[in-house]
T-cell receptor, first 109, second 112 residues
Framework: RKEVEQDPGPFNVPEGATVAFNCTYS??????FFWYRQDCRKEPKLLMS???SGNEDGRFTAQLNRASQYISLLIRDSKLSDSATYLC??????????FGKGTRLSVIA | NAGVTQTPKFQVLKTGQSMTLQCAQD?????MYWYRQDPGMGLRLIYY???????DKGEVPNGYNVSRLNKREFSLRLESAAPSQTSVYFC???????????FGPGTRLTVT
């Protein structure tokens, strides 16, 4: 079983829709969590950190459930520019970050 | 402040040729990483360097060597390229326990 698992998608949604991605992690010692965004043929970039109490950044909301070991990302009012691959990332401490394979989102006009 | 830079951006090699991918960061980060990314496989860690003077194997180190030349530079060498090494290679850096890992723009390598 991979340490970080995501539904690869693609998720094809119309503009204005709300879409949610989930990610599960297997190592209960994981300490911190992030969502990265990767545009086609570009490098990954940090989208947002994920805090235990949940956090919001504009149209994006991230949540963490430590008991069930999953992380979610909710995007409201989807824009064409949100089309990208979203990577779930886990930090286990003094070891390299662990990246999920990503979930591909296409927002359609 | 250029962040993480990689050279070259594109490269085509014949099987058996060797080459070195260069990476440099100007953010004074301690840790540096090399990944490869293939369709459907996600990012896979090849080697990393937690600090100047140290290097460690990642998930897929076979066929590669690395050198942490100084705090700024971390190079990846393919001694005898194989078609299975056709991929996009990303270098990244991270400062201590900082949240954000910064990636370079990538090198697209094709081995024929």
């Amino acid at each position: 079983r991979k340490e970080v698992e995501q539904d690869p998608g693609p998720f094809n949604v119309p503009e204005g829709a709300t879409v949610a991605f989930n990610c599960t992690y297997s190592n209960s010692a994981s300490q911190s969590f992030f969502w990265y965004r990767q545009d086609c043929r570009k490098e990954p970039k940090l989208l947002m950190s994920v805090y235990s109490s949940g956090n919001e950044d504009g149209r994006f909301t991230a949540q963490l459930n430590r008991a069930s070991q999953y992380i979610s990302l909710l995007i409201r009012d989807s824009k064409l520019s949100d089309s990208a691959t979203y990577l779930c990332v886990v930090n286990r401490g003094n070891t390299p970050l662990v990246f999920g394979k990503g979930t591909r989102l296409s927002v359609i006009a | 402040n250029a962040g993480v830079t990689q050279t070259p951006k594109f490269q085509v090699l014949k099987t058996g040729q060797s080459m070195t991918l260069q990476c440099a960061q100007d953010m004074n980060h301690n840790s540096m990483y090399w990944y490869r990314q293939d369709p459907g496989m996600g990012l896979r860690l090849i080697y990393y360097s937690a600090s100047e003077g140290t290097t460690d194997k990642g998930e897929v180190p076979n066929g590669y060597n690395v050198s942490r030349l100084n705090k700024r530079e971390f190079s990846l060498r393919l001694e005898s390229a194989a078609p299975s090494q056709t991929s996009v290679y990303f270098c990244a850096s991270l400062r201590g326990r900082a949240v954000e890992q910064y990636f370079g723009p990538g090198t697209r390598l094709t081995v024929t």
